[in-house]
Protein backbone atom coordinates (compact mmCIF):
# COMPACT_ATOMS: atom_id res chain seq x y z
CA UNK A 1 0.00 0.00 0.00
CA UNK A 2 1.02 3.31 -1.00
CA UNK A 3 0.89 6.38 1.11
CA UNK A 4 0.69 10.01 0.20
CA UNK A 5 0.72 12.74 3.11
CA UNK A 6 -0.44 16.15 2.48
CA UNK A 7 0.69 19.13 2.86
CA UNK A 8 3.68 19.83 4.88
CA UNK A 9 3.24 15.93 6.15
CA UNK A 10 6.26 13.87 5.96
CA UNK A 11 5.87 10.40 6.61
CA UNK A 12 9.43 8.28 8.32
CA UNK A 13 10.55 5.17 10.09
CA UNK A 14 12.33 5.00 12.88
CA UNK A 15 15.37 2.98 12.15
CA UNK A 16 16.27 0.15 14.56
CA UNK A 17 17.60 0.79 17.81
CA UNK A 18 20.48 -1.44 19.31
CA UNK A 19 18.89 -4.01 22.22
CA UNK A 20 22.38 -3.96 24.30
CA UNK A 21 23.65 -1.07 25.87
CA UNK A 22 26.93 0.33 25.44
CA UNK A 23 28.32 -1.69 28.07
CA UNK A 24 26.73 -4.78 27.06
CA UNK A 25 23.85 -5.33 29.00
CA UNK A 26 20.66 -6.01 27.28
CA UNK A 27 17.80 -3.81 27.53
CA UNK A 28 14.07 -4.40 28.29
CA UNK A 29 11.35 -3.18 26.06
CA UNK A 30 10.37 -0.74 28.63
CA UNK A 31 13.75 0.80 29.27
CA UNK A 32 14.53 1.63 25.52
CA UNK A 33 14.23 5.00 24.71
CA UNK A 34 12.02 6.13 21.64
CA UNK A 35 14.77 6.40 18.79
CA UNK A 36 14.73 10.03 17.35
CA UNK A 37 16.39 8.97 13.79
CA UNK A 38 14.04 8.03 11.11
CA UNK A 39 14.07 7.46 7.47
CA UNK A 40 11.61 9.64 5.25
CA UNK A 41 9.37 7.35 3.62
CA UNK A 42 7.17 9.71 1.69
CA UNK A 43 7.01 13.81 1.53
CA UNK A 44 3.89 15.88 0.98
CA UNK A 45 3.74 18.50 -1.53
CA UNK A 46 4.30 21.57 0.54
CA UNK A 47 2.24 24.21 -0.77
CA UNK A 48 -0.50 27.02 0.94
CA UNK A 49 -0.42 25.42 4.68
CA UNK A 50 -2.09 27.53 7.16
CA UNK A 51 -2.24 30.46 4.76
CA UNK A 52 1.65 30.06 4.47
CA UNK A 53 3.53 28.88 1.70
CA UNK A 54 5.83 25.73 2.48
CA UNK A 55 8.77 24.48 0.76
CA UNK A 56 10.01 21.19 1.59
CA UNK A 57 13.40 20.68 2.24
CA UNK A 58 13.52 17.04 2.82
CA UNK A 59 13.18 13.84 0.31
CA UNK A 60 12.18 10.16 0.62
CA UNK A 61 15.32 8.44 1.26
CA UNK A 62 17.39 10.79 3.94
CA UNK A 63 17.99 10.06 7.16
CA UNK A 64 16.37 12.91 9.97
CA UNK A 65 16.78 13.85 13.38
CA UNK A 66 12.90 15.07 14.25
CA UNK A 67 11.07 16.27 17.59
CA UNK A 68 11.05 13.52 20.56
CA UNK A 69 6.98 13.53 20.92
CA UNK A 70 5.87 14.62 17.19
CA UNK A 71 3.68 12.85 15.11
CA UNK A 72 1.36 10.37 14.74
CA UNK A 73 1.83 6.50 14.45
CA UNK A 74 0.24 4.58 12.35
CA UNK A 75 0.80 0.87 11.34
CA UNK A 76 0.33 -0.11 7.21
CA UNK A 77 0.93 -3.27 6.22
CA UNK A 78 2.41 -3.92 9.43
CA UNK A 79 5.07 -1.37 9.14
CA UNK A 80 5.13 1.06 11.64
CA UNK A 81 5.15 5.05 10.56
CA UNK A 82 5.28 7.67 12.09
CA UNK A 83 3.44 11.16 10.16
CA UNK A 84 4.99 14.28 11.27
CA UNK A 85 5.28 17.59 10.06
CA UNK A 86 8.25 19.19 8.17
CA UNK A 87 8.37 21.56 11.36
CA UNK A 88 8.94 18.74 13.74
CA UNK A 89 12.04 17.17 11.67
CA UNK A 90 15.06 18.99 13.73
CA UNK A 91 18.08 18.23 10.72
CA UNK A 92 18.98 16.04 7.62
CA UNK A 93 22.22 13.58 8.71
CA UNK A 94 24.25 13.44 6.16
Known sequence: MQIKPLGDR???????MNEM?????ILAGTAKE???VAEVVAVG???NVDGKEITMHVKAGQKIIYSK???TEVK???????IV???DILAVVE
Open 10 to 16: VVIKNDE
Open 76 to 82: IDGEELI
Open 85 to 87: RQS
Open 45 to 47: PGG
Open 21 to 25: SKGGI
Open 34 to 36: KPQ
Open 69 to 71: YAG
